[in-house]
């Protein structure tokens, strides 16, 4: 199974300003996937992170709200950016196993307030 | 459209008293379902992963059947550290490695 570090664990946030988080995986792989978990609600896929193309997004989902990176195979970024109190949310990266089972990050917990 | 249901939304049960988690599922051509335990402010831990119906997988106190709509999270003699959510998801055969979760079902076992 894959190791993921991800940071900031947590973090409060002014509404209209940017968070940067970023995802760390112990070993190679195509794709990263980030989602969102919204207080008492399933896990909500974002965006499709593959190296050495642009993401691909869900539907809702737009590039310049969550601009991702994928600079290499073992790392990525996702940007909240010009944040709202509905943006207040865990967000969760994660990468797929060997059986297409999903191994995950420990997730960041952000707050706008 | 794919779909996956969870039930009961919360589950109190005292130590010892074994029940069952459900989970429905809508989906067109099954690659597989998987369960998941997530602890409070942390990411989902993978458990099993089941591909036919038919299927069980086994771990410690829990046991995961799959039939052609839906798969039970069996809890054996549940004790206070099984205490958490336990979610649901399911990857359709089309739509490359797309992954749809349930709402999960939010455990606490009491002492």
């Known amino acids: 199974s894959a190791v993921i570090s991800q940071k900031p664990s947590r973090d409060i946030c002014q509404r209209g300003t940017s968070l940067t988080i970023q995802c760390q995986v112990d070993s190679q792989v195509t794709m990263m996937f980030w989602y969102r978990q919204q207080p008492g609600q399933s896990l909500t896929l974002i965006a499709t992170?593959?190296?050495?193309?642009?993401?691909?997004?869900e539907s809702g989902f737009v590039i310049d709200k969550f601009p991702i990176s994928r600079p290499n195979l073992t790392f990525s970024t996702l940007t909240v950016s010009n944040m709202s109190p509905e943006d207040s949310s865990i967000y969760l990266c994660?990468?797929?196993?060997?059986?297409?089972?999903?191994?995950f990050g420990q997730g960041t917990r952000l707050t706008v307030v | 459209e794919d779909q996956v249901t969870q039930s009961p939304e919360a589950l109190r049960l005292q130590e010892g008293e074994s029940s069952s988690l459900n989970c429905s599922y809508t989906?067109?051509?099954?690659?597989?379902l998987f369960w998941y335990r997530q602890d409070p402010g942390k990411g989902p831990e993978f458990l099993f992963t089941?591909?036919?119906a038919g299927e069980e997988k086994e771990k410690e106190r829990l046991k995961a059947t799959l039939t052609k709509k839906e798969s039970f999270l069996h809890i054996t003699a549940p004790k206070p550290e099984d205490s958490a959510t336990y979610l649901c998801?399911?990857?359709?055969?089309?739509?490359?490695?797309?992954?749809?979760f349930g709402a999960g079902t939010r455990l606490f076992v009491k002492a």
């Open positions: 992170a593959n190296q050495g193309s642009e993401a691909t997004y």
């Open positions: 989906v067109s051509g099954l690659r597989g």
């Open positions: 994660s990468v797929p196993g060997l059986g297409s089972e999903a191994f």
């Open positions: 998801a399911v990857q359709a055969g089309t739509g490359g490695f797309k992954t749809i």
């Open positions: 089941l591909y036919s």
